[in-house]
């Protein structure tokens, strides 16, 4: 998996969904479900996180930020 890039322990709730934004911010947003809509993202912490190219950022069970290599390319297709 990934490696922790900073300890936060953010508390997470059901129904939520948590992402790191383009200014290195994590934030929440609830989830969209059948018939209803989502919300505004609202920011949790502001971690100050400078993302690279190539990783997907992440915040783990545990409330954590973490960072995994991306896997690029996949299988060939069949001809």
């Given at each position: 998996m990934?490696?922790?890039?900073?300890?936060?322990?953010?508390?997470r709730q059901?129904?939520?969904?948590?992402?790191i934004?383009?200014?290195?911010?994590v934030?929440?947003?609830?989830?969209a479900r059948?018939?209803?809509?989502?919300?505004s993202?609202?920011?949790?912490?502001?971690a100050?996180?400078k993302?690279?190219?190539?990783?997907?950022y992440?915040?783990?069970?545990k409330?954590n930020v973490?960072?995994?290599?991306?896997v690029?390319?996949?299988r060939?297709?069949k001809?």
């Amino acid at each position: 998996m990934g490696s922790v890039i900073s300890k936060t322990g953010i508390k997470r709730q059901k129904e939520y969904l948590y992402y790191i934004d383009k200014k290195g911010s994590v934030c929440k947003v609830k989830m969209a479900r059948a018939g209803k809509k989502r919300g505004s993202p609202e920011v949790v912490l502001k971690a100050g996180i400078k993302k690279q190219k190539g990783y997907l950022y992440y915040v783990d069970k545990k409330g954590n930020v973490c960072a995994a290599k991306m896997v690029r390319g996949g299988r060939k297709k069949k001809k």
